[in-house]
């Protein structure tokens, strides 16, 4: 049964997508950040206006957009009530998860003892172990690589330990290997948020990275709605990361994608099968190869090109879905450094099932999504969050 004929939730996250300097951004070293506005701001605006009909400008706070009058849509402003600002802690929360200690990171590299266990499991020797941009540390150790068989182990601000490797060096099977042999080693106090296979090819000087990415995600600890909706019988369709991201617990289906707009054809074939539950999409681009590139000009256009395409998302839904487009923490990529930033996340529900122009203020925890969903679907209650599905059905 679900509450309010709908049938479907069709749940959009723009990776990175922030809106804003959260209260304790300070503590983050995140004073000023706001990756919407500042992006509008250096590029003199930002043209998305399908979003901004929907109520993306009409968002409290939100600066860079434009206001419309009659917004068809609900809207939201959603505070982080986890204690970080990373893909996995951003995601779990909405799905139920607060994270109230941070994921462990290593500014100084990894731990000789994790280092050697990992070389011996291998039998691969390892350079880097330093944190470090993921094409720039091609270029500085890519050629070595190539001439020894050594792997590349490099961090992030972020709480992941990242093996790079050419394709033609290390087959991809053995890269996914070493990926879950590092995963079993990265235990309590090493348990990173995430393992990350980074695959590259071409030659020294003109390496790049490839599709085939792959996340090796802790398991979250307890179920989120994924799982409620799964045991309740709904498919729970994940489409980019998202499978990687839940370690694939609470996923009925998945398909990977090659870029933003692979993850739109992709949501759209799914929305095309007509199966009732929850279609849970990432689109990485933002994050992936423009914040933390700080690459505004790209991450802009990219604002323009997802927002030209939700035209053909609105025309296939149905009068039983709902549309939730949020973000799961802010990269402003106008900032000097290159690290994900502590922000507010925007949101927008749209359905011909909700109201038009709800404000809901600003949401304490990305988990009212997830609370909002159990609700939708009559699911069993996840352990956190809010539902907001009263102030919005018809």
Not at 242 to 252: A, H, L, N, P
Not at 298 to 327: C, H, Q, S, W
Not at 363 to 368: L, M, Q, V
Request: hydrophobic letters at 35%; a negative charge; aromatic letters at 8%.
């Amino acid at each position: 049964m679900t509450k309010g004929n709908i049938d479907r939730v069709i749940w959009i996250v723009l990776d990175s997508v922030g809106m804003g300097e959260m209260p304790d951004a300070k503590d983050f070293g995140d004073v000023g950040v706001n990756t919407i506005g500042n992006v509008s701001k250096a590029l003199g605006g930002l043209k998305v206006p399908n979003m901004e009909s929907l109520g993306l400008g009409n968002i409290d706070g939100i600066k860079g957009v434009n206001r419309v009058d009659s917004p068809k849509g609900c809207f939201a402003r959603f505070a982080e009530a986890s204690r970080g600002k990373d893909t996995t802690t951003g995601h779990w929360e909405m799905s139920g998860v607060i994270s109230d200690v941070p994921f462990p990171t290593y500014p100084e590299g990894f731990p000789q003892d994790i280092i050697e266990a990992f070389e011996k499991a291998t039998g691969r020797k390892v350079i880097g172990n330093k944190p470090a941009s993921g094409t720039e540390i091609l270029d500085e150790l890519g050629e070595e690589h190539m001439k020894t068989g050594k792997v590349i182990v490099y961090t992030s601000a972020d709480s992941v330990f990242q093996i790079a490797a050419h394709e033609q060096v290390v087959p991809l099977e053995e890269l996914y290997k070493m990926c879950e042999i590092a995963r079993n080693i990265l235990v309590e106090p090493h348990a990173v948020a995430r393992v990350i296979a980074r695959p590259f090819v071409g030659k020294p000087g003109a390496f790049t990275r490839t599709p085939n990415r792959r996340d090796f995600s802790l398991v979250p600890p307890y179920d989120t709605i994924l799982d409620k909706m799964k045991k309740a019988g709904y498919n729970v369709m994940a489409v980019g990361k998202i499978e990687d991201i839940f370690s694939g617990k609470g996923i009925t289906e998945a398909v990977h994608t090659k870029d933003n707009m692979d993850g739109v054809d992709k949501t759209l074939e799914y929305m095309k099968e007509d199966k009732k539950g929850l279609i849970f999409t990432n689109l990485v681009d933002f994050d992936m190869k423009w914040g933390h590139r700080n690459d505004y000009k790209a991450y802009g256009k990219g604002l323009e090109d997802f927002d030209a395409r939700l035209p053909e998302i609105l025309n296939v839904m149905k009068d039983t879905d709902v549309l939730f487009i949020t973000a799961d923490h802010g990269c402003d990529p106008t900032t000097p450094g290159t690290d994900h930033t502590r922000e507010y996340v925007p949101f927008i529900a749209y359905g011909k099932t909700l109201k038009e122009g709800v404000n809901l203020g600003t949401r304490h925890t990305f988990a009212d999504m997830g609370q909002t969903l159990a609700d939708i679907f009559e699911t069993e209650s996840i352990q956190n969050g809010k539902s907001f599905l009263a102030e919005v059905i018809k």
